[in-house]
């Protein structure tokens, strides 16, 4: 059953705000464009990040990392079991558990400087005026710049997890592509395929592939030579939707080492945090 709670007033807004956006189209609900369609998905992705209901959460989250050989066979695993949850209003993660056993006193307390480091870097970075995030040169959002850079086809309708959405295909746009960071070398060469909901433009899960390899450091180091992946979401309540899986598998070549790797992370439960827990500070 899809966990509920009582909206915000932050929540409330976006939900208000996808209403007005579903009324404007509902007319042409049967003809709507893969751009169209993938528009309004961004814009409502955009308010949710925006009213911070992102940040509304705390999260277990487990990771998972295999080793693959040649053949894709396991060679070894490693599991780390995080915390996540906001910090001065940004996501952070802290590791609580490795191969299902606690941290111990050590780790533990590595822990809590980091947490301590990082609360104080995002204080540094919003007196300074500056975005509190951390700088992630592989940070991949749902947002208006990474869309910039496709072209969309509508191919299909299915349902996923009982929500019926729309199936829209996803290829680069000819020419030249923007490369602002180390990631858009590989976004400019990857397809891939959105699940839109047709209630509230969600996005519900991603699939994606590098059509192509992406060189290194000149390629004298190292090459990218396979991603593919998955994102799963979910609707958590009328106003939210959040992160219920990522798989992705790489397939990399550094120096004269091959390195194969299935990364699999789970959120595994979510609890929605009191109102004071939500803000900055």
Request: with cysteine.
């Amino acid at each position: 059953m899809t966990p509920r709670h009582t909206p915000t007033f932050a929540g409330t807004l976006i939900l208000t705000g996808a209403i007005l956006l579903s009324a404007s189209t509902m007319t042409a609900a049967q003809t709507s464009t893969a751009d169209e369609i993938v528009a309004l998905a961004v814009t409502r992705a955009e308010l949710q990040r925006d009213a911070g209901l992102d940040q509304a959460f705390e999260a277990t989250l487990e990771s998972i990392t295999e080793q693959l050989d040649g053949d894709g066979e396991v060679k070894e695993t490693e599991r780390a079991t995080y915390r996540q949850y906001p910090v001065e209003g940004v996501i952070f993660e802290e590791l609580v558990a490795r191969e299902g056993e606690p941290l111990d006193e050590d780790d533990a307390e590595d822990e809590a400087k980091r947490r301590d480091k990082f609360a104080r870097e995002v204080r540094e970075r919003r007196t300074k005026g500056e975005d509190p995030e951390p700088e992630d040169e592989n940070r991949v959002a749902f947002d208006s710049e990474f869309v910039e850079r496709y072209q969309f086809d509508l191919v299909g309708e299915e349902s996923v997890e009982g929500i019926a959405c729309w199936i829209v295909a996803l290829k680069p746009k000819p020419g030249k592509l923007p490369e602002r960071r180390r990631i858009d070398t590989a976004l400019n060469k990857s397809t891939g395929r959105l699940w839109i909901s047709q209630e509230d433009y969600g996005l519900a899960r991603v699939e994606f592939e590098m059509a192509s390899s992406v060189r290194f450091w000149g390629g004298s180091l190292g090459t990218l030579r396979t991603t593919v992946g998955r994102m799963e979401f979910q609707r958590y309540d009328d106003d939210t939707w959040l992160p219920r899986q990522i798989d992705i598998r790489l397939d990399l070549r550094i120096l004269f080492s091959n390195i194969r790797r299935r990364i699999v992370r789970e959120w595994i439960e979510y609890t929605p945090l009191p109102l004071t827990s939500k803000l900055p500070g």
